[in-house]
């Protein structure tokens, strides 16, 4: 198979085991926590029911209520009637929140009760989180031509220098990922979800790209909603192409930088060769003592990032 | 000044502003949240007396009341009589929120109440996210030496094999940083935090580490906690130095598969190379054609990373 084969293959494949890692944390979610939430919604019924009961309502049996329910509530159940209907960990909320998990949002609407919960949660993110890394990485790298490559010699191909065929570039690119994952869904959610403003769907999707995730605003927790598993996959589809083209984006500016002397300006590493392994001169010795060389030379000055030895200095043996 | 100098004072620079950055953030949050917190507070007080006042409590006054508790509950306003002693938005918990935001943890304990709460974190975010990226980027490119370069260097002049070197190297990494930045934390909260067990303090350095930041457990949360804010700051550089060593580990984890060639397999861009730009053969070609050339050749196979073209083959005009 020749390489573009290949390659396409693998991506399909990434995606393919990210998709089945993510149904598994969801089965293995919502089997963890199921029982227990319906336990903790079973308990706050009945602490409800208790506490209607008693005759007078006295400061010290609410202040000992309130506790239990914010208690519930921090876990994601509450102790409101409507929204005891659907479960937090069905399997399309536990998918849900797999992928918070692995795309490091965490909105954290609702949290794993149990020890074990909390174990798993670890593991997977251990796991799932790098993966998914690897896998928006290779995301990127693919559309890395169509949306960044083939623009900017578009654009110096019809007479634009090449600094400024990048920065019009970046700009563009800023306007449409701006129009497409912010502006647009933002309307999206406000039209669907009943008490968004425009405001806040903006603001749901400006938190949720920059992976900070606060939570406050989580699409899919209303009441009674209709094809409530379709629109949390939606949504999930939403957030990784979202953190696909911040990745871009971020890269992009990179290598903008790079280009414009910034990032050699602050002494950081440069993005913009990491896509040309193969067209360079190779740096690897094949003389072991290099390393040693390296060492004695970086000791020398050691705080200049420019003249640093780095692994490719090693011998790849 | 010479260039190790220049390179510390960069650094230096951006620490400091960094600090200002957040400082100023806890400013503007504070000076926006706390009013409206206030408010919220004194309604959740009234709302609370006027309850108790009444004779008897009907399933749906309690049901009116809960969805009044729980929305407050949303932004940091507790009901409870325990934790209205302290603010959300006092300057040290501001700072904390600001920090979250900007480091992408984003815990969601507290929200901004306002619209102009809203719009601030987005701003500050947009600014703040890419700054501090650059900040823990600049303080890991000066870590790289002392913990990567020279351990490396010394475990292959021990007699290692260079391969088997950067192995034994990561996993000394690991274990250091699993030890420093996971472990002990987590026993010093399970110390600190009255209601948290070890296993709540490994979840918590974990989930804030990855960036995740669910929020169900945040230290500095219980009422009437000693010290509050100079706790808060010391979570506050935990969480920093955490992520830049959680940083060095993925650096060091990129560059270590580039040796193995999981990297190529892959074909992902490599890391190991944007330490090195001083000494290499340039790529920047002066020919201002070279640009149409790549593209042509780029078209015939796009699907190839390897041969992509990247924005150096652009002339730097």
Known sequence: MNSVGKSWLLLTGLIVFYIIYLLFGA??????????????RRDMDALKQEFLNQSCVSAASLENFLV?????????VSALRNSSV????????????????????????????????K?????????????TMLVLTACVQRIMYPLVIAPVCLLQRSGLEPRPATVVHFLLLLVLVVLCFF????????????????????????????????????????PRQKYRPLYQVA???????GLMMMYLLLRTFHKM???????????????EDSDMEEEREPIVHEDSRTANNVTEKAASKPLDPGSQPSYNTINKG
């Not at 089965?27 to 903790?40: A, D, G, K, M, W």
């Not at 937090?88 to 849900?96: E, P, Q, T, V």
């Not at 174990?119 to 993966?131: D, E, K, R, W």
Request: with cysteine.
């Open 183 to 222: 502006l647009m869904p933002a309307a999206v959610f406000s039209a669907v979800e009943v008490s968004w403003s425009f405001l806040d769907g903006l603001y749901f999707s400006f938190i949720s790209l920059c992976t900070i995730g606060l939570g406050d605003f989580v699409p899919g927790m209303q």
């Open 119 to 131: 174990v798993f949660s670890i593991v997977y993110a251990l796991i799932g989180v790098p993966f």
């Open 235 to 241: 949504v999930m589809v939403y957030l990784f192409v």
């Open 257 to 271: 930088s790079d280009l414009h002397g910034l990032t050699s300006f602050l002494q950081l590493p440069r993005c």
């Open 27 to 40: 089965l293995v979610f919502s089997t963890i926590e199921r029982p227990v939430e319906e336990q903790l």
């Open 68 to 76: 239990r329910v914010l208690t519930a509530n921090k876990y994601g």
């Open 86 to 117: 659907t479960s937090n960990w069905d399997l399309a909320s536990s998918m849900f929140f797999a992928n918070t998990l692995v795309t490091t949002v965490g909105y954290g609407h609702t949290t794993p009760l149990s020890d074990t919960g």
